[in-house]
């Protein structure tokens, strides 16, 4: 914080000190007790030199207004609603038909002929292919004059 000796703090430097303070609490480094005296001392100050001490003994934080940082989460690139829908429809028909196939060849005491494949297979690659490609079908919407 840019402080000049002898200038009249104003109310928005004050707030961006207890904004500082409210982080330093929220960190743990204040208690809720010491966090109350440092706020009462802010805003009972009348110049920019007072605000000073109020921080001397804390970390030095990023800018309040700052965007805080993102995850890194956040930042690997998030699928799109289409292909988790697709996925989780992809991903259930398989499960039913893997279910049927194991229930007949259950029925039959044998394992049958694995025609899920055909199903799963071609539907998989699909997928797939539009996942890595980011292909989308889209249909052609004319636009009336």
């Known amino acids: 914080m840019d402080i000049a000796p002898g200038t ?4 928005a430097e004050r707030n961006v000190v207890v904004q500082l303070l409210g982080r330093h609490l929220a960190d743990g480094r ?19 030199e007072e605000l000073e001490p109020v921080l001397a003994d804390l970390p030095q934080l990023a800018d309040p207004g700052a965007a805080p940082a993102k995850s890194r989460a956040s930042r690997l690139r998030r699928q799109p609603l ?21 229930a007949i060849s259950l ?3 044998e394992f ?3 025609w899920p494949v ?16 980011g292909f989308e079908g889209r249909a052609c919407v004319s636009r009336a004059a």
């Open 8 to 11: 009249r703090a104003s109310d």
């Open 30 to 48: 204040l208690d809720l007790g010491e966090y109350d005296e440092r706020v009462a001392r802010v805003y009972a100050t009348r110049s920019r």
């Open 82 to 102: 289409w292909l988790q829908i697709e996925f989780a429809t992809w991903a259930g028909v398989g499960l039913l038909v893997l279910v049927i196939w194991a």
């Open 107 to 109: 029925g039959v005491g």
């Open 112 to 114: 049958t002929y694995f």
């Open 118 to 133: 055909w199903v799963i297979g071609p539907w998989g690659a699909v997928l797939a292919f539009r996942a890595l490609t």
